[in-house]
């Protein structure tokens, strides 16, 4: 069963900056090491919640500060709020105008577009000319094109 995995990059102020969410086959240390091979910037430091398989980050040349939760849930530790919020809203959208949809099927694709925009809430004057760049940019992606991935 697929896992999904959620980072947010923070500037020196702690504001968010991006955030990249991806969809795992499993929370295994080798599967963590090569979604952060693939997926953050070399020498990335990424706080967890100091599960084991996180410790995956170093396998891929980043540092690793776990931080254990013990019986707090991850959302009660100051350091995970953005995390945690973006976590927030991929859950309670598929709630509105997804929930039609099998999620689990396009996953993929809806974590992509939750990332997208959180991506770019930031300067929202320039997202409807961005949205139209990277819309005639990208090309047809039909359905037969994620099975083959």
């Known amino acids: 069963m697929a896992q999904s995995v959620a980072a947010v990059s923070l500037d020196e102020e702690g504001h968010p900056q991006r955030a990249k969410l991806d969809q795992l086959p499993g929370f295994t240390r080798k599967a963590i090491a090569n979604w952060a091979s693939a997926a953050l910037s070399t020498g990335s430091t990424v706080l967890s919640d100091g599960l084991a398989f996180c410790a995956g980050v170093t396998d891929a040349g980043g540092a690793h500060q776990p931080t254990v939760a013990g019986r707090r849930k991850p959302r009660e530790l ?72």
């Open 78 to 149: 100051p350091l995970f709020l953005w995390v945690s919020t973006v976590l927030g809203n991929v859950e309670t959208e598929p709630s509105g105008a997804y929930h039609p949809f099998a999620f689990g099927k396009y996953a993929e694709r809806y974590l992509g577009e939750v990332t997208y925009r959180f991506d770019r809430c930031f300067d929202l004057r320039a997202l409807p000319r961005r949205l139209l760049v990277d819309a005639v940019g990208s090309g047809p992606h039909p359905e037969a094109v994620d099975s083959e991935s």
